[in-house]
């Protein structure tokens, strides 16, 4: 008996909490995946870091070992000067690239990387003045770029989604939330096609070192805004047109922007994602909840003397506050 009450109750708290644990196993998992992620990484690519670390041990000490008068402390040195200089996209070597990373079409393409978040951290500011005007021009222009994007993602919504679903809805009366799968599945593999196949196929013939793996890899960490940089288009000695490419890329990287969050937000709009994220949210204060509020704290003052709080009649018959109030869009406004 004792077990059986014991157990319904554990039951009810369940239930009554349902959020509470759905949002506990969500970051739960989360924190997993993270873990999964970091094994991975570590498991595939520690081997070929270790590699390359003996690979270029040998090559210091070959190199020592040839040019006698030549310290190990000047080569460090040496070596230090050039990696730091390297992090800034200055290279001393005589096969890079002879343009200079602070033309108006790299600064362009700059500017386009920080306000979309991407970052590719292949340039970056010298100076302390060019430090600090990146961090005011962040502040003010990444709040812009998302009002920019949600403007634009808004408006191409409107005839990519909505009303096409809503045609198909409407003259071939299938199922809406049916005719939304499909759409959502038909848009994401146009998206990828016009994106991600078609521009990873032109960036492996214009970029002689990138395959095709490595070529849709660049599309991808640049679309996702993850911009971990280590791909960098225009990049090549001797590049041909290279101001015309710059800018090319800049404009690829603002659509296809568009694009992925005009998928996404697609994708957010199907009633079955709805449903999912309901699982994890707090769940809204609704008006029969509030009304009970209400009536509980009617019993609770109704104890006190006459007087000191309105009677029901008094709350119904006399408003709190004397204002007009706006029934809908375009219709009259009614008073008190």
């Not at 939304?180 to 593999?189: E, I, M, N, S």
């Not at 609704?286 to 019993?299: A, G, S, W």
């Amino acid at each position: 008996m004792l077990q059986s009450l014991t157990g319904n109750s554990c039951v009810r708290l369940i239930q009554s909490n349902k959020s509470a644990w759905y949002f506990l196993f969500l970051v739960l998992g989360y924190i997993l995946y993270l873990i999964f992620g970091a094994v991975v990484f570590s498991s595939v690519e520690l081997p070929y870091e270790d590699l390359l670390r003996q690979q270029l041990r040998g090559i210091k000490r070959q190199f020592l070992q040839e040019h006698k008068c030549l310290s190990e402390e000047r080569l460090e040195r040496f070596l230090s000067k050039a990696l730091e200089a390297s992090n800034y996209g200055v290279s001393i070597l005589n096969n890079a690239s002879a343009s200079w990373n602070w033309d108006f079409t790299s600064s362009l393409f700059f500017a386009s990387t920080v306000l979309s978040t991407t970052g590719y951290g292949h340039t970056a500011p010298l100076s302390d003045g060019g430090k600090a005007f990146c961090i005011i021009y962040s502040v003010i222009g990444i709040p812009f770029t998302l009002l920019f994007l949600t403007a634009v993602v808004q408006r191409i919504m409107v005839y990519s989604t909505w009303r096409p679903i809503m045609h198909i809805h409407t003259h071939w009366g299938l199922s809406k939330p049916l005719v939304a799968v499909v759409h959502a599945t038909l848009l994401a593999v146009v998206a990828v096609s016009c994106f991600f196949l078609i521009p990873a196929a032109i960036f492996s013939a214009l970029e002689k070192n990138w395959n095709f793996l490595e070529s849709f890899y660049f599309c991808f960490i640049s679309l996702s805004t993850i911009g971990l940089g280590d791909y960098v288009p225009g990049e090549a000695f001797n590049q041909r047109f290279r101001e015309l490419y710059k800018l090319g890329i800049t404009v690829y990287l603002l659509l296809g922007l568009i694009a992925m969050l005009v998928v996404l937000e697609t994708f957010c709009e199907l009633q079955q994602l709805k449903q999912l994220r309901k699982m994890f949210y707090l769940k809204k204060e609704k008006p029969q909840d509030r009304l009970t509020i209400m009536e509980h704290d009617h019993l609770a003052f109704s104890s006190m003397p006459d007087g000191t709080v309105n009677s029901p009649q008094e709350d119904k018959t006399e408003p709190f506050v004397d204002f007009p109030v706006l029934t809908s869009p375009g219709a009259c406004i009614i008073t008190h």
